[in-house]
């Protein structure tokens, strides 16, 4: 699952989902639960996301309102 879908699933704004995994980050949780990649917007530009493991999406979705179930789709 990808940042990008995060936001979607919990209607959070992609940049604010970016913000809180950085958080994480931060904070020491391990990188490998988040492999940087990117997307091509609807402009054509280049932009950030997170890839995440399932553990990863279940570290982040804790803090959130998604159920578990969302991260194992």
């Known amino acids: 699952m990808t940042s990008?879908?995060?936001a979607e699933v919990t209607g959070k704004q992609h940049a604010h989902?970016?913000?809180d995994i950085r958080n994480l980050?931060?904070?020491g949780v391990a990188e490998s639960n988040f492999g940087l990649g990117?997307?091509?917007d609807a402009?054509?530009?280049e932009r950030p996301l997170f890839n995440l493991t399932p553990k990863g999406c279940l570290i982040l979705?804790?803090?959130y309102e998604i159920g578990r179930a969302s991260c194992r789709e």
Do not use: D, H, K, P
Request: aromatic share 6%.
């Open 61 to 63: 979705a804790s803090g």
């Open 17 to 19: 989902v970016m913000r």
């Open 43 to 45: 402009n054509g530009q």
């Open 4 to 6: 990008l879908e995060i």
């Open 38 to 40: 990117s997307y091509t």
């Open 25 to 27: 980050l931060s904070q």
